[in-house]
């Protein structure tokens, strides 16, 4: 879409005002409401002022004038605003130069597609990203110094099978492990996805299906593969609508991968595939009917996974997913079909379709750096031609232990994969994609997060240990 014609689509749809959204670093979405009188051509060309002080881990107090510039392809009317608004993705500038601001997420995602076509490579770089979340009816949590806690609870949660409710307890849900795929009444949210799915379809994004996932109250919904920049703007939309939609119906959903102890946390697998000419570059006569450079592509994602997990899996609680026992993909392995390692070659007929699917991702991540870190990886790996050894057809969930000792694992925790980052990152600096600036101010970030979490008592250490 050109500027034109989102100025005719504010004229079509009697817009009154545009919403200018930017993610930040840590992946939140943000914005800011204009009166649409206000937006010509001229606006979209001059971009808009703000302050970017405001924004954790951009500028200082004093270097705080930053510039939004609209991109015109990504507008959209909000679905959830009384008044007519129409919405536009950003990207941050620097006010003087007008040069892209290297801390900006999107920025980098756009940097990423740039960087692909320039290698000679290929020209297209897709992402089909699987977020999964959970849905709540009530959440609390307290964090002070004398009470750190949490709750949450959901009529469908398998803990509710003797709950009594004033209107009788119907005894139809899940249980542990037990989500995928079972239909209604066990399955109660049907119509609450369905209405999730079809306000992304009326908003133009192109999905194709939702399911239950395995845990007590975990959800998921497709969405179909797209560029790199398209893709993360589609997954931003796709949280914003998951959001809305359930708080409409008096839900609450995180994307926490693991809100609870001892069910299936919340991965999102990210299925990748670079074209080139119109043509798919992974479709080959090598393993799994991939390409060599298919396979170089997996082989800088594994050597390079601990420190993609950094940015791949963000927050302390990803690491509670990544344990064994809850079909994590915590091995360093590939292999056709097989979801027990970390990087999986879903089977397909035709060579279109030919891709990788990366298993350890999970949705706290910010989409913009997560594509764009897992492409410089595989990049890597093709420049490098870097063999990602035989791969792994057995269950990685049943070896034995001597078996299982030889296979590297990803992370254990946040703060090992700050560590993992601070050694492996120059495959990410290439072609000025990410800057050591970013990724100092990024980090920076990730550690006070690491520090609140490591500081702060846990209510399992008083059962441990508080009578000892």
Known sequence: ??????????????????????????????????????????????????????IAGWKSIDQSDMKLILDPDSVYIDPFYAEKTMCVHCTVAEPDTNEPYSRDPRGTAIKAEAYLKSSGIGDTFYCGP??????????????????????????????????????????????????????????????????????????GMKVDKHHHEVASNQHELGLIFGPLTKQADELQKYKYVIHNVAHAYGKSVTFMPKPMKGDNGTGMHVNMSIWKDGKPLFAGDKYADLSQEALWFIGGILIHAKALNAITNPSTNSYKRLIPGFEAPVLRAYSARNRSGCVRIPWTESPKAKRVEARFPDPSANPYLCFAALLMAGLDGIKNKIDPGPASDKDLYDLPPEELAEIPTVCGSLREALDELEKDHEFLLAGDVFTKDQLDGYMALKWEEVYAYEHTPHPIEYMMYYSC
């Open 1 to 54: 879409m050109s500027i034109k014609d989102a100025l005719q689509l504010m004229k079509d749809e009697e817009v009154e005002y545009v919403d200018i959204r930017f993610t930040d670093p840590r992946g939140k979405l943000q914005h800011v409401t204009l009166v649409a009188d206000l937006v010509d051509e001229e606006f979209f060309d001059e971009g808009f002022m703000f302050d970017g002080s405001s």
């Open 130 to 203: 699987e977020a999964e979340f959970f849905i709540f009816d009530d959440v609390r949590y307290s964090v002070k110094m004398n009470k750190v806690s949490f709750e949450v609870d959901a009529v469908d949660g398998a803990w509710n099978t003797d709950t009594q409710y004033e209107m009788g307890n119907m005894g139809h849900r899940p249980g542990i492990k037990g989500g995928y795929f079972p239909v209604n009444p066990v399955d109660p949210a049907q119509d609450l996805r369905g209405e999730m799915l079809s306000t992304m379809k009326r908003m």
